[in-house]
């Protein structure tokens, strides 16, 4: 094996630790979205497409419904299992929907989870950054300050940049006080 390829397995283990919570402690702090602010969330971003002139389909609702119950970063696959009461949805059609509610700016990916979440601050156009707690699996959004000195720096070198993504690892306050 090689020294990237260990690189590689060991960010993939610790990736797998956050997203299945397997610290210690009880995780009993709530991070959830309460049922009045997604039934407002579901209504503005059904008002945001019809805005832009898209189609909130139904298939595309009920995957944003799934990201906004999951309260942190949920993996493709899992939307797809929970999508029907009665069994799973075909993954194009999800994957689709995925991709729609980030072109919306509705969602965001989390690269290094390879994992979705509700954006926080759909209202415009932004650059998102994550802490995500390594504990309970938890992410927050935060705006990423001097995008622009980024692209300026990057320019200086030759650089374009199409994508930027900021992941800040470490601890909720909720497990902060739990460790």
Known sequence: ???????AKS????YLKIMSHSCEHIHDHDHDLKPDARVSRLEAAQLLCAEAGERMTSSRLRTYELILEANGPIKAYDVIDRFHPEGAAKPPTVYRALSFL?????I????SLNAF????THDHKHTAGFLLCE???QSEEIAIPNVADIETRAAK???KVNHITLEARGL???????H
């Open 157 to 159: 070198t030759g650089f």
């Open 172 to 178: 909720c306050q909720a497990c902060q006080t739990d």
């Open 117 to 120: 979440v509700a954006c926080d």
């Open 11 to 14: 960010r993939e283990s610790s």
């Open 1 to 7: 094996m090689t020294g990237c390829q260990r690189l």
């Open 102 to 106: 980030e072109q919306m700016g509705l």
């Open 108 to 111: 965001h990916r989390i690269e």
């Open 135 to 137: 504990c309970c699996g």
